[in-house]
Protein backbone atom coordinates (compact mmCIF):
# COMPACT_ATOMS: atom_id res chain seq x y z
CA UNK A 1 0.00 0.00 0.00
CA UNK A 2 2.56 2.51 0.68
CA UNK A 3 4.66 1.49 -2.51
CA UNK A 4 1.62 1.77 -4.44
CA UNK A 5 0.75 5.22 -2.65
CA UNK A 6 4.03 6.66 -3.01
CA UNK A 7 4.32 5.60 -6.79
CA UNK A 8 1.00 6.87 -7.78
CA UNK A 9 1.15 10.33 -5.90
CA UNK A 10 4.58 10.22 -8.28
CA UNK A 11 2.68 9.55 -11.40
CA UNK A 12 3.34 6.23 -11.86
CA UNK A 13 0.08 4.11 -12.94
CA UNK A 14 -0.45 1.19 -10.20
CA UNK A 15 -2.83 -1.48 -9.46
CA UNK A 16 -2.76 -2.42 -5.95
CA UNK A 17 -4.48 -6.29 -5.25
CA UNK A 18 -5.84 -7.51 -1.81
CA UNK A 19 -6.84 -10.60 -1.84
CA UNK A 20 -9.53 -10.16 0.68
CA UNK A 21 -12.25 -8.08 0.98
CA UNK A 22 -10.95 -5.56 3.69
CA UNK A 23 -8.03 -4.75 6.07
CA UNK A 24 -10.04 -6.25 9.08
CA UNK A 25 -6.97 -9.22 9.76
CA UNK A 26 -6.12 -8.77 13.03
CA UNK A 27 -2.78 -11.02 12.98
CA UNK A 28 -0.28 -8.36 11.57
CA UNK A 29 0.65 -6.28 14.52
CA UNK A 30 -0.39 -2.63 15.13
CA UNK A 31 2.81 -1.11 15.90
CA UNK A 32 3.52 2.13 13.46
CA UNK A 33 6.89 3.11 14.56
CA UNK A 34 9.08 6.91 15.02
CA UNK A 35 10.44 6.07 11.78
CA UNK A 36 7.09 5.38 9.61
CA UNK A 37 5.79 8.56 11.39
CA UNK A 38 8.49 10.85 10.38
CA UNK A 39 7.67 9.66 7.08
CA UNK A 40 3.97 10.27 7.41
CA UNK A 41 5.76 13.98 8.63
CA UNK A 42 7.76 14.13 5.17
CA UNK A 43 4.11 13.36 3.09
CA UNK A 44 2.69 16.29 4.82
CA UNK A 45 0.12 13.55 6.17
CA UNK A 46 1.38 13.40 10.08
CA UNK A 47 -1.60 15.38 11.97
CA UNK A 48 -4.39 13.79 9.86
CA UNK A 49 -3.12 10.79 10.86
CA UNK A 50 -2.79 11.26 14.53
CA UNK A 51 -6.49 12.30 14.28
CA UNK A 52 -7.19 8.48 14.03
CA UNK A 53 -7.63 7.32 17.69
CA UNK A 54 -4.25 5.66 18.59
CA UNK A 55 -2.39 4.73 21.16
CA UNK A 56 1.22 6.12 22.53
CA UNK A 57 3.59 4.12 23.87
CA UNK A 58 6.79 5.72 25.19
CA UNK A 59 8.31 2.93 26.48
CA UNK A 60 8.78 -0.98 26.25
CA UNK A 61 8.11 -2.39 29.23
CA UNK A 62 9.03 -6.08 30.08
CA UNK A 63 8.37 -8.56 33.12
CA UNK A 64 10.98 -11.27 33.71
CA UNK A 65 9.78 -13.60 36.35
CA UNK A 66 9.26 -10.71 39.04
CA UNK A 67 12.09 -8.04 37.39
CA UNK A 68 10.50 -5.04 36.10
CA UNK A 69 12.53 -3.92 33.37
CA UNK A 70 12.00 -1.35 31.33
CA UNK A 71 13.69 -2.28 27.74
CA UNK A 72 13.31 0.64 25.28
CA UNK A 73 12.79 4.63 26.42
CA UNK A 74 12.05 6.20 23.27
CA UNK A 75 12.67 9.95 24.47
CA UNK A 76 15.36 10.46 22.78
CA UNK A 77 15.12 8.75 18.60
CA UNK A 78 16.10 11.08 16.46
CA UNK A 79 13.12 11.52 14.70
CA UNK A 80 9.83 14.46 15.36
CA UNK A 81 7.36 11.71 17.13
CA UNK A 82 9.15 10.37 20.20
CA UNK A 83 6.47 7.56 20.72
CA UNK A 84 4.82 4.38 18.94
CA UNK A 85 1.88 4.63 17.61
CA UNK A 86 -0.47 1.77 18.44
CA UNK A 87 -3.18 1.82 16.32
CA UNK A 88 -5.26 -1.35 14.62
CA UNK A 89 -3.67 -2.34 11.22
CA UNK A 90 -6.60 -1.40 9.19
CA UNK A 91 -6.91 1.93 9.97
CA UNK A 92 -3.54 3.01 9.08
CA UNK A 93 -4.13 0.69 5.54
CA UNK A 94 -7.57 2.27 5.29
CA UNK A 95 -5.60 5.78 5.85
CA UNK A 96 -2.96 5.29 2.90
CA UNK A 97 -6.32 3.38 0.72
CA UNK A 98 -8.22 6.42 1.18
CA UNK A 99 -5.02 8.85 0.30
CA UNK A 100 -3.76 6.81 -2.35
CA UNK A 101 -7.38 6.93 -4.33
CA UNK A 102 -7.00 10.95 -4.66
CA UNK A 103 -4.53 10.22 -7.26
CA UNK A 104 -6.40 9.04 -10.55
CA UNK A 105 -3.39 6.92 -11.04
CA UNK A 106 -3.84 4.22 -8.17
CA UNK A 107 -6.06 1.42 -8.93
CA UNK A 108 -7.05 -0.44 -5.90
CA UNK A 109 -8.84 -3.71 -6.77
CA UNK A 110 -9.97 -5.77 -3.42
CA UNK A 111 -10.59 -9.49 -3.29
CA UNK A 112 -8.34 -9.76 -5.81
CA UNK A 113 -5.94 -13.02 -5.64
CA UNK A 114 -2.80 -13.22 -7.83
CA UNK A 115 -1.59 -16.88 -8.21
CA UNK A 116 0.59 -17.05 -10.99
CA UNK A 117 2.82 -14.49 -13.20
CA UNK A 118 2.75 -13.72 -16.70
CA UNK A 119 6.50 -14.62 -18.52
CA UNK A 120 8.17 -13.32 -21.51
CA UNK A 121 11.16 -14.35 -22.49
CA UNK A 122 12.22 -15.11 -18.73
CA UNK A 123 10.98 -11.57 -17.61
CA UNK A 124 8.00 -11.13 -15.79
CA UNK A 125 5.27 -9.15 -17.95
CA UNK A 126 1.87 -9.27 -15.33
CA UNK A 127 0.70 -11.48 -12.90
CA UNK A 128 -2.60 -13.29 -13.43
CA UNK A 129 -5.24 -13.37 -10.89
CA UNK A 130 -8.67 -14.28 -9.89
CA UNK A 131 -11.08 -11.38 -9.08
CA UNK A 132 -14.72 -10.57 -7.92
CA UNK A 133 -15.91 -11.21 -11.76
CA UNK A 134 -13.34 -14.14 -12.17
CA UNK A 135 -9.91 -14.40 -13.68
CA UNK A 136 -8.03 -11.99 -14.83
CA UNK A 137 -4.47 -10.57 -16.18
CA UNK A 138 -2.95 -7.63 -15.54
CA UNK A 139 0.11 -6.75 -17.67
CA UNK A 140 2.75 -3.99 -16.04
CA UNK A 141 6.34 -2.95 -16.42
CA UNK A 142 7.07 -3.92 -12.96
CA UNK A 143 5.90 -6.47 -10.48
CA UNK A 144 6.07 -6.11 -6.77
CA UNK A 145 5.21 -8.80 -4.70
CA UNK A 146 4.09 -7.84 -1.39
CA UNK A 147 2.18 -10.50 -0.34
CA UNK A 148 3.48 -11.18 3.22
CA UNK A 149 5.32 -14.33 4.52
CA UNK A 150 3.71 -17.15 3.08
CA UNK A 151 3.96 -15.08 -0.65
CA UNK A 152 2.81 -17.01 -3.70
CA UNK A 153 4.62 -15.38 -6.23
CA UNK A 154 8.39 -15.62 -4.59
CA UNK A 155 7.34 -19.03 -4.91
CA UNK A 156 6.10 -19.07 -8.66
CA UNK A 157 9.32 -16.65 -9.75
CA UNK A 158 10.90 -19.96 -8.41
CA UNK A 159 13.38 -17.76 -5.99
CA UNK A 160 15.62 -19.29 -3.20
CA UNK A 161 14.73 -18.72 0.16
CA UNK A 162 17.20 -19.51 3.13
CA UNK A 163 15.15 -20.14 6.51
CA UNK A 164 16.51 -19.14 9.72
CA UNK A 165 14.29 -20.57 11.65
CA UNK A 166 11.97 -19.77 14.47
CA UNK A 167 12.08 -21.96 17.39
CA UNK A 168 8.27 -20.28 18.39
CA UNK A 169 4.40 -20.02 17.35
CA UNK A 170 2.08 -17.28 18.63
CA UNK A 171 -1.57 -18.31 19.83
CA UNK A 172 -3.65 -15.25 18.87
CA UNK A 173 -6.64 -14.16 21.03
CA UNK A 174 -8.67 -11.62 22.83
CA UNK A 175 -9.94 -10.74 26.28
CA UNK A 176 -12.46 -7.61 26.94
CA UNK A 177 -10.55 -4.26 28.62
CA UNK A 178 -11.75 -3.06 31.35
CA UNK A 179 -11.38 0.60 32.64
CA UNK A 180 -9.44 -0.74 35.84
CA UNK A 181 -7.23 -2.64 33.87
CA UNK A 182 -3.38 -1.52 32.99
CA UNK A 183 -3.03 0.86 30.06
CA UNK A 184 0.46 -0.63 29.14
CA UNK A 185 1.29 -2.78 26.30
CA UNK A 186 3.38 -4.98 27.50
CA UNK A 187 5.50 -8.66 27.61
CA UNK A 188 5.53 -11.39 30.54
CA UNK A 189 8.13 -13.73 30.46
CA UNK A 190 7.99 -16.76 32.76
CA UNK A 191 9.08 -20.56 33.07
CA UNK A 192 7.61 -22.01 29.79
CA UNK A 193 5.56 -19.51 28.91
CA UNK A 194 5.56 -15.85 27.59
CA UNK A 195 2.56 -13.58 26.89
CA UNK A 196 2.30 -9.82 25.09
CA UNK A 197 -0.80 -8.06 25.41
CA UNK A 198 -1.33 -5.33 23.01
CA UNK A 199 -3.81 -2.69 24.49
CA UNK A 200 -6.71 -2.24 21.80
CA UNK A 201 -9.00 0.03 23.99
CA UNK A 202 -11.88 -2.19 24.35
CA UNK A 203 -10.36 -5.51 24.41
CA UNK A 204 -6.75 -7.09 24.84
CA UNK A 205 -5.28 -8.68 21.65
CA UNK A 206 -3.24 -11.28 23.19
CA UNK A 207 -0.15 -12.93 22.08
CA UNK A 208 0.72 -16.43 23.91
CA UNK A 209 3.78 -17.85 22.62
CA UNK A 210 4.71 -20.97 22.31
CA UNK A 211 7.53 -23.58 21.42
CA UNK A 212 7.25 -24.48 17.94
CA UNK A 213 5.01 -27.20 17.13
CA UNK A 214 3.44 -27.31 20.76
CA UNK A 215 0.12 -26.74 20.18
CA UNK A 216 -1.17 -30.31 20.13
CA UNK A 217 0.80 -30.36 24.30
CA UNK A 218 -1.17 -27.51 25.24
CA UNK A 219 -4.86 -28.39 23.63
CA UNK A 220 -3.64 -32.24 25.10
CA UNK A 221 -3.89 -30.51 28.70
CA UNK A 222 -7.59 -28.43 27.84
CA UNK A 223 -8.60 -25.45 27.61
CA UNK A 224 -9.32 -24.96 30.99
CA UNK A 225 -5.70 -25.37 31.59
CA UNK A 226 -4.79 -23.20 29.24
CA UNK A 227 -7.06 -20.48 30.57
CA UNK A 228 -5.39 -21.06 34.02
CA UNK A 229 -1.75 -20.44 31.94
CA UNK A 230 -3.19 -16.94 30.61
CA UNK A 231 -4.51 -15.82 34.27
CA UNK A 232 -1.21 -16.49 35.51
CA UNK A 233 0.33 -14.08 33.35
CA UNK A 234 -2.10 -11.56 33.70
CA UNK A 235 -3.84 -11.94 37.08
CA UNK A 236 -6.68 -9.13 36.35
CA UNK A 237 -7.62 -11.05 33.12
CA UNK A 238 -9.35 -14.40 35.96
CA UNK A 239 -12.78 -12.67 36.48
CA UNK A 240 -13.46 -13.13 32.12
CA UNK A 241 -11.04 -16.08 31.26
CA UNK A 242 -14.22 -17.90 30.47
CA UNK A 243 -14.14 -15.53 27.12
CA UNK A 244 -12.02 -17.81 25.69
CA UNK A 245 -15.14 -20.52 25.16
CA UNK A 246 -13.28 -22.76 22.88
CA UNK A 247 -10.17 -23.72 20.71
CA UNK A 248 -12.21 -21.58 17.66
CA UNK A 249 -11.84 -18.63 19.51
CA UNK A 250 -7.94 -19.19 19.59
CA UNK A 251 -5.23 -18.96 16.17
CA UNK A 252 -2.33 -20.18 15.67
CA UNK A 253 0.08 -18.06 13.90
CA UNK A 254 3.35 -19.46 12.86
CA UNK A 255 6.24 -17.60 12.86
CA UNK A 256 8.56 -17.71 10.10
CA UNK A 257 12.11 -15.84 9.80
CA UNK A 258 13.55 -16.34 6.25
CA UNK A 259 15.28 -14.27 3.69
CA UNK A 260 15.20 -14.44 -0.45
CA UNK A 261 18.97 -15.24 -1.99
CA UNK A 262 18.27 -12.98 -4.12
CA UNK A 263 14.95 -10.44 -4.02
CA UNK A 264 14.49 -10.05 -7.30
CA UNK A 265 13.89 -11.01 -11.29
CA UNK A 266 13.76 -9.33 -14.45
CA UNK A 267 10.24 -7.32 -14.18
CA UNK A 268 9.50 -8.30 -10.31
CA UNK A 269 10.89 -7.65 -7.09
CA UNK A 270 9.62 -8.98 -3.53
CA UNK A 271 9.67 -6.41 -0.62
CA UNK A 272 8.48 -6.81 3.21
CA UNK A 273 7.71 -10.22 4.77
CA UNK A 274 7.53 -11.45 0.85
CA UNK A 275 11.30 -10.78 0.71
CA UNK A 276 12.31 -11.39 4.65
CA UNK A 277 10.08 -12.88 7.02
CA UNK A 278 10.11 -10.95 10.14
CA UNK A 279 9.73 -12.52 13.11
CA UNK A 280 7.44 -10.70 15.88
CA UNK A 281 10.36 -10.13 18.08
CA UNK A 282 10.58 -6.33 18.82
CA UNK A 283 8.03 -5.33 16.45
CA UNK A 284 9.76 -4.29 13.67
CA UNK A 285 8.60 -6.01 10.84
CA UNK A 286 6.07 -3.61 9.73
CA UNK A 287 9.07 -0.62 9.95
CA UNK A 288 10.76 -2.76 7.93
CA UNK A 289 8.21 -3.04 5.03
CA UNK A 290 7.41 0.28 5.35
CA UNK A 291 11.09 1.05 4.80
CA UNK A 292 11.68 -1.29 1.64
CA UNK A 293 8.77 0.48 -0.01
CA UNK A 294 10.19 3.75 0.26
CA UNK A 295 13.69 2.94 -0.80
CA UNK A 296 11.86 1.03 -3.68
CA UNK A 297 9.75 4.48 -4.85
CA UNK A 298 12.72 6.46 -4.68
CA UNK A 299 14.52 4.13 -6.99
CA UNK A 300 11.56 3.01 -8.97
CA UNK A 301 9.89 6.49 -9.78
CA UNK A 302 12.35 7.71 -12.52
CA UNK A 303 12.54 4.51 -14.22
CA UNK A 304 8.98 3.93 -14.46
CA UNK A 305 8.29 7.63 -15.51
CA UNK A 306 10.49 7.57 -18.13
CA UNK A 307 10.79 3.91 -19.18
CA UNK A 308 14.08 1.92 -19.34
CA UNK A 309 13.31 -0.11 -15.93
CA UNK A 310 16.86 -2.25 -15.69
CA UNK A 311 17.98 -5.26 -13.59
CA UNK A 312 20.30 -2.81 -11.91
CA UNK A 313 17.75 -0.99 -10.75
CA UNK A 314 16.22 -3.71 -8.68
CA UNK A 315 19.74 -5.07 -7.47
CA UNK A 316 19.98 -1.12 -6.16
CA UNK A 317 16.57 -2.23 -3.71
CA UNK A 318 17.90 -4.86 -2.23
CA UNK A 319 21.47 -3.74 -2.11
CA UNK A 320 19.81 -0.95 -0.19
CA UNK A 321 17.81 -2.99 1.90
CA UNK A 322 19.39 -6.21 2.54
CA UNK A 323 21.72 -4.89 5.09
CA UNK A 324 19.59 -3.49 7.61
CA UNK A 325 17.45 -7.01 6.68
CA UNK A 326 20.49 -9.04 7.46
CA UNK A 327 21.34 -7.10 10.70
CA UNK A 328 17.45 -7.28 12.18
CA UNK A 329 16.85 -10.80 12.08
CA UNK A 330 20.09 -12.09 13.46
CA UNK A 331 18.84 -9.79 16.29
CA UNK A 332 15.76 -11.17 15.69
CA UNK A 333 17.51 -15.38 15.48
CA UNK A 334 19.47 -14.36 18.88
CA UNK A 335 16.75 -13.08 21.30
CA UNK A 336 15.14 -16.05 19.94
CA UNK A 337 17.38 -18.48 20.61
CA UNK A 338 19.26 -17.31 23.62
CA UNK A 339 16.62 -15.20 25.90
CA UNK A 340 13.13 -16.66 24.65
CA UNK A 341 13.69 -20.20 23.67
CA UNK A 342 15.36 -21.03 27.28
CA UNK A 343 12.66 -19.70 28.92
CA UNK A 344 9.97 -21.72 27.12
CA UNK A 345 11.84 -24.94 27.79
CA UNK A 346 12.54 -24.17 31.61
CA UNK A 347 10.85 -24.95 34.54
CA UNK A 348 12.89 -22.85 36.51
CA UNK A 349 11.06 -19.46 36.96
CA UNK A 350 13.49 -17.26 34.64
CA UNK A 351 15.49 -14.07 36.36
CA UNK A 352 16.53 -10.72 34.21
CA UNK A 353 19.79 -11.94 31.92
CA UNK A 354 22.58 -9.44 32.49
CA UNK A 355 21.57 -7.87 29.57
CA UNK A 356 18.55 -6.92 30.49
CA UNK A 357 20.09 -5.32 34.52
CA UNK A 358 22.30 -3.36 32.08
CA UNK A 359 19.22 -1.47 30.80
CA UNK A 360 17.94 -1.29 34.45
CA UNK A 361 21.32 0.11 35.99
CA UNK A 362 22.58 2.64 33.23
CA UNK A 363 18.86 3.33 31.58
CA UNK A 364 20.95 5.84 29.36
CA UNK A 365 21.27 2.42 27.72
CA UNK A 366 17.58 2.37 26.68
CA UNK A 367 18.24 4.51 24.07
CA UNK A 368 19.78 1.59 21.65
CA UNK A 369 16.64 -0.95 21.63
CA UNK A 370 14.47 2.52 21.41
CA UNK A 371 16.84 3.50 18.17
CA UNK A 372 16.56 -0.36 16.78
CA UNK A 373 12.94 -0.74 17.53
CA UNK A 374 11.90 2.96 16.78
CA UNK A 375 13.76 3.77 14.07
CA UNK A 376 15.72 0.83 12.08
CA UNK A 377 19.07 0.77 10.54
CA UNK A 378 19.63 2.90 7.88
CA UNK A 379 16.19 4.87 8.13
CA UNK A 380 14.62 6.23 4.65
CA UNK A 381 13.31 9.75 3.69
CA UNK A 382 10.87 10.06 0.81
CA UNK A 383 12.63 11.30 -2.19
CA UNK A 384 9.83 11.17 -4.55
CA UNK A 385 7.65 14.03 -6.12
CA UNK A 386 4.29 14.92 -5.43
CA UNK A 387 2.53 15.27 -8.66
CA UNK A 388 -0.39 17.31 -8.77
CA UNK A 389 -3.98 15.22 -7.59
CA UNK A 390 -6.29 15.11 -10.82
CA UNK A 391 -9.72 14.78 -10.42
CA UNK A 392 -10.93 10.99 -11.10
C1 LIG B 1 2.15 -13.04 15.41
C2 LIG B 1 2.87 -11.89 14.76
C3 LIG B 1 2.81 -10.64 15.35
C4 LIG B 1 3.48 -9.56 14.79
N1 LIG B 1 3.45 -8.35 15.40
C5 LIG B 1 4.13 -7.31 14.87
C6 LIG B 1 4.08 -6.01 15.48
O1 LIG B 1 3.44 -5.78 16.52
N2 LIG B 1 4.77 -5.01 14.88
C7 LIG B 1 5.49 -5.20 13.72
O2 LIG B 1 6.10 -4.24 13.21
N3 LIG B 1 5.52 -6.40 13.12
C8 LIG B 1 4.86 -7.46 13.66
N4 LIG B 1 4.89 -8.68 13.03
C9 LIG B 1 5.57 -8.79 11.73
C10 LIG B 1 4.68 -8.11 10.68
O3 LIG B 1 3.35 -8.62 10.75
C11 LIG B 1 5.20 -8.30 9.25
O4 LIG B 1 6.60 -8.19 9.21
C12 LIG B 1 4.56 -7.23 8.33
O5 LIG B 1 3.15 -7.33 8.38
C13 LIG B 1 5.03 -7.42 6.89
O6 LIG B 1 4.30 -6.55 6.06
P1 LIG B 1 4.03 -6.94 4.53
O7 LIG B 1 3.26 -5.80 3.96
O8 LIG B 1 5.28 -7.36 3.90
O9 LIG B 1 3.12 -8.24 4.59
P2 LIG B 1 1.62 -8.44 5.21
O10 LIG B 1 1.37 -7.47 6.30
O11 LIG B 1 1.51 -9.89 5.50
O12 LIG B 1 0.70 -8.06 4.00
C14 LIG B 1 0.54 -8.88 2.87
C15 LIG B 1 -0.77 -8.50 2.20
O13 LIG B 1 -0.91 -9.18 0.97
C16 LIG B 1 -2.19 -9.80 0.91
N5 LIG B 1 -2.01 -10.98 0.07
C17 LIG B 1 -1.37 -12.13 0.39
N6 LIG B 1 -1.34 -12.96 -0.64
C18 LIG B 1 -1.98 -12.33 -1.66
C19 LIG B 1 -2.26 -12.68 -3.02
N7 LIG B 1 -1.88 -13.86 -3.53
N8 LIG B 1 -2.94 -11.80 -3.80
C20 LIG B 1 -3.34 -10.59 -3.29
N9 LIG B 1 -3.10 -10.22 -2.01
C21 LIG B 1 -2.42 -11.07 -1.22
C22 LIG B 1 -2.54 -10.11 2.34
O14 LIG B 1 -3.94 -10.25 2.53
C23 LIG B 1 -1.98 -8.88 3.05
O15 LIG B 1 -2.89 -7.81 3.05
C24 LIG B 1 4.22 -9.76 13.59
C25 LIG B 1 4.27 -11.02 12.96
C26 LIG B 1 3.60 -12.09 13.56
C27 LIG B 1 3.69 -13.44 12.89
Known amino acids: MMLGFLLARAGVRVTVLEKHADFLRDFRGDTIHPSTLELMDELGLLEKFLSIPHDKIDRLTGLV ?3 RITIANFAHVPTRCKFVVLMPQWDFLNFMADRAKRHSTFDLRMRT ?3 GLIEEDG ?5 RAKGPDGPLEIEADLVAACDGRHSILRERAGLQVDEFGAPIDVLWFRVSRRPSDTAETFGHLEAGRMMVMLNRRDYWQCAYVIPKGGIENIKQKNLQSFRESVAAMAPFL ?6 IRSWDDIKLLTVAVDRLRQW ?4 LICL ?3 AHAMSPIGGVGINLAIQDAVAAANILVKPLREGGLTEAA ?3 IEKRRAFPTRITQGLQVLIQSNVINPVLQSTRRPKAPLLANLLRWFPVLQRIPARLVGVGIRPENVRTPETPVSPI
Open 123 to 127: RVIGV
Open 314 to 316: LRN
Open 238 to 243: RDRITE
Open 65 to 67: GED
Open 113 to 115: EAY
Open 272 to 274: GDA
Open 264 to 267: YRPG
